[in-house]
């Protein structure tokens, strides 16, 4: 149980960390593409 946790913790962490880096990679390609430079 404890361990089930504990690896549905880290799946968790990592779904969200991998989430955060898509959307910030579309943010900084969109903002290269709006404004180049």
């Known amino acids: ?7 549905d ?3 968790l ?3 969200i960390m991998l989430t955060i880096s898509f959307w ?3 943010w ?3 903002d290269l593409v709006g ?3």
């Open 1 to 7: 149980m404890m361990s089930k946790n504990l690896v």
């Open 9 to 11: 913790n880290m799946f």
């Open 13 to 15: 962490a990592f779904f």
């Open 24 to 26: 910030l990679g579309i």
């Open 28 to 30: 900084k390609l969109g």
């Open 35 to 37: 404004n180049p430079k």
